[in-house]
């Protein structure tokens, strides 16, 4: 009696019993559509970039942000004379409304000044009505006034509130600003805008919601089109489409149980979920088609493909995870959660398809046999579909043979071109200014870029100063010095406020002498100032302006800014007892930095020993294992020389090309050396061998290439430039794996076992020669 292997019983299992496993389905997509409510869209977070574990972040975290951290509302004013009382008016209205919300922590603007003077010298909080008065109050103000007021046309209201608010928050705020401003009537002829980093912020995720739902319709299309041009050869041609987004609903469910946030990085990864796990579906419907077109019965059909093609499928599946595996080394949280995403959707699509469209299959099948019609594939079709599949298969036969008989030339060119590409690949630029990502027609970033050209950018680096009393007389004049030292000596540091800044405008110019004036100074300002600067008396925080830092220095000048600022501290020593610490937004994605050069490289690294310890454990066999990855760092070198021609940054998605080359491209050069050793076993020549591999396969790689392509292509029309420029590479990286696949790796193969077969015929010949007598 035979006995029966697991993979036969689960075969048996999926045959016997299609009701339970379409309830469980079912089920399952019911689960997955009310989990996916669950997922929580993001913008561009600090938290996005930066782990919330890595020690500069926790710095950040607890000295500045529970201390000092704070953005702004902007709302912009415009018009021929923002000074007017009408206007002013109008902008106390919506201050006195904002003011009054219990998470804003106060508004800043001309028309606060103009009130608090008016009521120091008059007694009434007010505007005044008279145009005179107004402009004397703004002129005594100047020039501390002249960042929020440039001239007459333009002024600014700057709404605070703490960075330790929730986006719902921010959000809710940032509503109630947009409905004031509706409500505050200002006069004819001005113009208010509500922006700043929460406005952009919505806007982004409104975007996304939008663009995710498109590129996954476009992608849906984009399968249609080639399933119809590889796969028509089959009944029900279409259908791996419906089981690969059924996988990717369970993978949505997912994403909203362990709390994955969306955001324009994960997005990217459904069309390419749906490029890689469509062939899944692919391999399993054609071997149930073909084993059906022999003549088997539906039932042996089934059980064969579980047994045989379920196994590969899920050794390709292990190949292509290995990949995305390495991605959680990464110590960006939105490349992790990217990697870890993919894994889930491969693993969803690979179920969907083993169980649902298997089971699909077999019904369909036992009712076409139960009414007595013929169960083969389409033979029209097949026969159209033949011929191009052998016609694919001869070009791809003279290529290879093309390859192997000028395999010097071949290894040479694609080593040099290799070599040029990571060469070139250390010249391609980082980009973290998510700005730079997101659609440059969006409104809300047209109007946050026309606000930093009217008032200026606001990046800062921020410097936190601690001790037993800040309010010290000799520390309070050492942060005057050391602010004016920076501002005097760094070109790049446009301004420096301190809680000095203060309280020299309260006490005439200079700090008082003693400690005792110096809390009544502080105690005589208001303290929306106090609060912003001071923290008790043991903490202050100095904000060094450094403009558009992003366009004027981008990632390397600000990380080397930092350094020299770390310098700074260093050579103009504090007084005894006092710490001094730099911090802020910009420091902690300094580490942005090294995750996208460095870091990058390490992912690679780290997929490449994966997929060859997985490889080597599978075949136990150095060449075997080795062979299939080698190719496919020809294709990483190549892709550094395409960016860098083509003039593109990596950011936290590119970074993941190499993985995802490893991953994806891995599993051509695997299926064709499967082929060559059967063929060869057969033939018993290794040219002969790879001629026919290359005519029987060469066709199924391509058709299975042009799947994936036309996934990954869905990506070049996302309006997210980040992504966009993502699609572009990808698809040409697939292209480029499957270049290799029919002319580096045949050579690389041949050549290797060429050279082992001589190693083992030597080795043979010792061996006889010591055992012969002399």
């Not at 009414?371 to 003279?398: C, F, H, T, W, Y």
Request: glycine letters at 8%.
């Amino acid at each position: 009696m035979r006995l029966i292997s697991g993979k036969e019983r689960l075969g048996v299992w999926i045959e016997d019993n299609p009701i339970i496993i379409i309830a469980i389905a079912a089920l399952l997509t019911l689960l997955s559509l009310h989990y996916a409510q669950q997922i929580e869209m993001q913008g561009m977070q600090t938290e996005n970039f930066v782990g919330k574990d890595s020690p500069l972040y926790q710095a950040y975290d607890h000295l500045f942000l529970e201390r000092f951290g704070t953005e702004s509302i902007m709302v912009i004013v415009e018009g021929d004379d923002v000074t007017t009382p009408s206007v002013l008016k109008a902008m106390d209205r919506l201050s006195r409304h904002m003011e009054a919300l219990p998470m804003v922590m106060g508004v800043d603007g001309i028309s606060q000044i103009v009130v608090q003077a008016e009521e120091q010298d008059n007694g009434i909080r007010g505007i005044p009505d008279d145009q005179q008065r107004i402009d004397s109050i703004l002129q005594s103000a100047s020039p501390q006034i002249d960042t929020i007021l440039p001239d007459k046309r333009h002024t600014i209201l700057a709404i605070e509130y703490p960075l330790t608010l929730s986006e719902t928050d921010i959000e809710e705020i940032l509503r109630d600003a947009e409905s004031e401003v509706r409500s505050a009537e200002f006069p004819p002829g001005i113009g208010v805008t509500v922006t700043g980093s929460a406005a952009l912020g919505m806007a982004i995720k409104n975007e996304m919601a939008v663009s995710n739902g498109q590129l996954m319709a476009l992608c849906g299309i984009l399968m249609i089109i080639a399933l119809l041009l590889v796969f028509k050869h089959v009944n029900w041609p279409l259908l791996p489409l419906p089981i690969v987004f059924l996988g990717i609903i369970w993978t949505f469910g997912i994403m909203g149980l362990v709390h994955i946030p969306m955001t324009m990085i994960s997005m990217s990864a459904f069309p390419i979920l749906i490029g890689i796990g469509i062939d899944y579906a692919i391999q399993l419907h054609s071997r149930i088609e073909e084993e059906i077109s022999r003549g088997g019965s539906v039932e042996r059909a089934v059980i064969d493909t579980v047994v045989h093609t379920a196994p590969a499928v899920l050794i390709a599946l292990s190949i292509t995870a290995a990949g995305f595996v390495s991605l959680l080394a990464s110590s960006v949280p939105m490349t992790r959660d990217f990697g870890l995403l993919c894994l889930i959707g491969l693993v969803m699509c690979y179920l969907s398809a083993l169980f649902v469209e298997v089971t699909i299959l077999n019904l369909v099948e036992r009712r076409r046999n139960s009414k007595g019609k013929n169960s083969s594939p389409a033979e029209a079709r097949g026969n159209s579909s033949s011929s191009q599949d052998i016609a694919m298969g001869a070009l791809v036969e003279r290529a290879v043979e093309f390859s192997v008989a000028r395999w010097k030339f071949v290894l040479v060119g694609a080593l040099v071109l290799a070599l040029a590409g990571t060469y070139a690949d250390t010249m391609v630029p980082v980009d973290t200014d998510f700005k730079n990502y997101i659609p440059q027609d969006l409104p809300p970033l047209v109007q946050f870029r026309h606000l930093n050209d009217i008032f200026g950018s606001s990046d800062e680096i921020n410097i936190i100063v601690q001790g037993d009393d800040i309010t010290n007389p000799s520390t309070l004049r050492w942060m005057d010095d050391f602010q004016n030292y920076l501002l005097e000596s760094r070109a790049q540091i446009y301004g420096a406020v301190s809680i000095t800044n203060f309280i020299k405008m309260y006490n005439n110019g200079e700090i008082p002498s003693d400690s005792t004036r110096t809390r009544a100074v502080l105690d005589s300002m208001p303290e929306f100032f106090r609060d912003k600067y001071l923290d008790g008396h043991d903490t202050a925080v100095i904000d060094l302006n450094i403009g558009q830092a992003f366009r004027d220095l981008g990632p390397t000048g600000i990380d080397r800014l930092i350094k020299e600022l770390e310098k700074d501290r260093v050579w103009f020593g504090p007084p005894p007892g006092i710490t001094v610490v730099i911090t802020g937004d910009m420091v902690v994605m300094t580490t942005v930095i090294d995750a996208l050069t460095t870091g990058r490289t390490e992912m690679s690294l780290l997929g490449l020993v994966l997929i060859f310890v997985i490889l080597l454990v599978i075949y136990r066999d150095i060449v075997k294992a080795l062979v299939p990855v080698l190719p496919m760092l020809v294709v990483i070198g190549w892709m550094g020389g395409v960016m860098y021609i083509a003039n593109m940054s990596y950011t936290p998605l590119t970074a993941t090309l190499g993985a995802l080359i490893l991953g994806v491209g891995s599993e051509y050069s695997i299926l064709m050396m499967e082929r060559f050793y059967e063929e060869l076993e057969r033939v018993g020549d290794y040219m002969q061998a790879m001629r026919n591999t290359s005519n029987s396969i060469g066709s199924a790689l391509v058709a299975s290439g042009m799947t994936t392509v036309f996934g990954f292509a869905a990506l070049m029309a996302s309006p997210f430039v980040i992504t966009s420029n993502f699609g572009v590479i990808t698809v040409m990286a697939v292209i480029f794996a499957l270049l290799t696949t029919f002319t580096v790796f045949p050579v690389l193969l041949i050549r290797l076992e060429m050279r082992r077969c001589q190693l083992r015929d030597i080795k043979l010949k010792l061996m006889e020669s010591r055992r012969t007598p002399s």
